[in-house]
């Protein structure tokens, strides 16, 4: 279904401002692929805080203009779904990368994050990024791991003085 020009500039402002917000953004080849597996990863992407849309090229390039995505411009070809992280800057990648290994027909095309632009091959390296719950957990032990060392030798000093 053609869209009109009122439809087209609801899509470009809808995508802008997705794209205005998230942390990273995947494009994916998503040729082959059935109705029913795209519903599913849809309704996946809602679950996990991930913005995802099927759109033409031509709006998505006008699109991510004046964003950090506008790195992506040039590698918007083909038949392609855009995915924006809305949550951390992994997620949109964890969700792409875990439906590609079980539908071989969606292929990543590019990764952005940070205002660059990524082969698909780097999909892997954002997917492993930890979550924001994850990263405070991993900050908090940092944190930790100073203040129980003092304590664990203060413990043995004591320990040494009442044993002589």
Do not use: W
Not at 24 to 48: D, H, I, N, P, Q
Not at 54 to 79: H, I, Y
Not at 141 to 163: C, D, G, N, W, Y
């Amino acid at each position: 279904m053609a869209l009109n020009l009122d439809s087209k500039k609801a899509v470009v402002e809808e995508v802008a401002v997705f794209a205005a917000k998230a942390h990273s953004a995947v494009a994916a080849e998503y040729r082959g692929l059935t109705v029913s597996e795209l519903t599913e990863l849809r309704k996946t992407a809602r679950e996990t805080g991930v913005y995802l849309r099927v759109v033409k090229n031509t709006l998505a390039k006008r699109a991510v203009v004046g964003t950090e995505f506008e790195c992506m411009q040039s590698g918007l070809v083909g038949p392609l779904l855009i995915a924006f992280s809305m949550e951390d800057p992994g997620s949109a990648a964890r969700l792409i990368s875990n439906f590609a290994k079980t539908h071989d027909k969606l292929i990543t095309k590019i990764v952005a994050i940070g205002g660059q632009s990524f082969d698909g091959s780097e999909l892997a390296r954002l997917a492993s990024l930890p979550t924001r719950d994850q990263g405070i957990a991993l900050l908090m032990s940092v944190m930790r791991a100073p203040t129980e060392k003092f304590v664990r030798t203060l413990a043995a000093i004591r320990e040494q003085k009442e044993a002589a």
